[in-house]
T-cell receptor, first 112, second 112 residues
Framework: ETGVTQTPRHLVMGMTNKKSLKCEQH?????MYWYKQSAKKPLELMFV???????ENNSVPSRFSPECPNSSHLFLHLHTLQPEDSALYLC???????????FGPGTRLTVT | QQQVKQSPQSLIVQKGGISIINCAYE??????FPWYQQFPGKGPALLIA?????SEKKEGRFTISFNKSAKQFSLHIMDSQPGDSATYFC???????????FGTGTSLTVIP
C-alpha cells in the first residue's frame, strides 16, 4: 500500500472511552504530523514529530496523547474527549526539511 | 489571529470558466505558499506551490500568482471542469519549518 494510510476511517466514542487513531506512511519520510480539521476553520496543527521526536505541540489538551514509535507510524491516543473534539483528524508526513506534506484520508471522529 | 486569510468561502463557476481564489498573509518570514485540493472523504493533496522569488507558477490549468509587496497570492484554474469541484486550501510556511498555516478553504463547484 502506498502513501499515507489512517485507521479507523470513522470512529464514534463516548466521552469516557479510550481509543487510538493510527497513521502509517509508506513514503520513506521522517516527519509526521497530526492535524484537526473542523468545518469552516483552518486546519489546526496539533503535533509534529521529526526523526521520531516531538518538536511541536500547539497547546493541545492533554486528553490527546501522541505516540511515534518509529518513522513510519504515528498514533493519537484519545481519552475523556469532549463533544467539541468531534472533527476530521488528519495525519501527514514529509521529509525533514522539506515543505511538501502528504496527507492521509483522515479519521472522522464523533464524540457523543 | 489568523495567519492566512482566504476568500471567497465558496465559488460557483461555469464549465470552461476561470476560477480564482485569493489568499493574504501577514508574516513576511513566510517563503513557501502551497495550494491543496481536497475531495470529500479524502485528505488534502498538494496541488501546486510557489516560493516568493517568482511572481507566477503554472502547472497545466493551474496557476499561482504571487504579489510579494501586497502579501497576497492567488490560485487561478483555467478552463474549469466539473472534476475540479472540491475544497481548495492555501497555506504558508517558512522553508524547512514544521508549522504550516492554512486558510479556511474555498468550496468550488463547477457546473456543467
Amino acid at each position: 500500500e502506498t502513501g499515507v494510510t489512517q485507521t479507523p476511517r470513522h470512529l464514534v466514542m463516548g466521552m469516557t472511552n479510550k481509543k487510538s487513531l493510527k497513521c502509517e506512511q509508506h513514503l520513506g519520510h521522517n516527519a509526521m504530523y497530526w492535524y484537526k480539521q473542523s468545518a469552516k476553520k483552518p486546519l489546526e496543527l496539533m503535533f509534529v514529530y521529526s526523526l521520531e521526536e516531538r518538536v511541536e505541540n500547539n497547546s493541545v489538551p492533554s486528553r490527546f496523547s501522541p505516540e511515534c514509535p518509529n518513522s513510519s507510524h504515528l498514533f493519537l491516543h484519545l481519552h475523556t474527549l469532549q463533544p467539541e473534539d468531534s472533527a476530521l483528524y488528519l495525519c501527514a508526513s514529509s521529509r525533514t526539511g522539506s515543505d511538501e506534506q502528504y496527507f492521509g484520508p483522515g479519521t472522522r471522529l464523533t464524540v457523543t | 489571529q489568523q495567519q492566512v486569510k482566504q476568500s471567497p468561502q465558496s465559488l460557483i463557476v461555469q464549465k470552461g470558466g476561470i476560477s480564482i481564489i485569493n489568499c493574504a498573509y501577514e508574516n513576511t518570514a513566510f517563503d513557501y505558499f502551497p495550494w491543496y485540493q481536497q475531495f470529500p472523504g479524502k485528505g488534502p493533496a498538494l496541488l501546486i506551490a510557489i516560493r516568493p522569488d517568482v511572481s507566477e507558477k503554472k502547472e497545466g490549468r493551474f496557476t499561482i500568482s504571487f504579489n510579494k509587496s501586497a502579501k497576497q497570492f492567488s490560485l487561478h484554474i483555467m478552463d474549469s471542469q466539473p472534476g475540479d469541484s472540491a475544497t481548495y486550501f492555501c497555506a504558508a510556511s517558512s522553508w524547512g519549518g514544521n508549522q504550516f498555516y492554512f486558510g479556511t478553504g474555498t468550496s468550488l463547484t463547477v457546473i456543467p
